[in-house]
Nanobody, 126 residues
Framework: QVQLAESGGGSVQAGGSLRLSCVAS????????MGWFRQAPGKEREGVVV????????SYADSVKGRFTISHDKGKNTMYLQMNSLKPEDTATYYC???????????????????RGKGTLVTISS
């Protein structure tokens, strides 16, 4: 049974940090692009970062480059998103997701998701 479950969201002040976790089980990671996307109230979904764990290549949204870092621990079936220097515009519900790997993983991977979690809310105050 495929399961993705996020945790680690919360409320912090601008400039602070949070680490999100996603436990993803029931499928072979190397067959999927794994990543995070977010959605703020009243806004479109936005890809945050994607990784193909087959070779570790990543793609980040320009808005988070240098501030967010994706990592994973296959032994724990867990993917992480370390978020530093948080800004009010980072406020959103963050989702971990998996999309079938078809040769490359782009930041728009969330347009063709096979699996996703229920999301975790991140709120950044100024």
């Amino acid at each position: 049974q495929v399961q993705l479950a996020e945790s680690g969201g919360g409320s912090v002040q601008a400039g602070g940090s949070l680490r999100l976790s996603c436990v993803a089980s029931g499928f072979l990671w190397d067959r999927y692009c794994m990543g995070w996307f977010r959605q703020a109230p009243g806004k479109e979904r936005e890809g945050v970062v994607v990784i193909w764990t087959g070779d570790g290549r990543t793609s980040y949204a320009d808005s988070v480059k240098g501030r967010f870092t994706i990592s994973h621990d296959k032994g724990k079936n867990t993917m992480y998103l370390q978020m530093n220097s948080l800004k009010p515009e980072d406020t959103a519900t963050y989702y971990c997701a998996a999309a079938e790997f078809l040769g490359s993983c782009g930041i728009g991977f969330y347009d063709d998701i096979n699996y996703r979690g229920k999301g975790t809310l991140v709120t950044i105050s100024s």
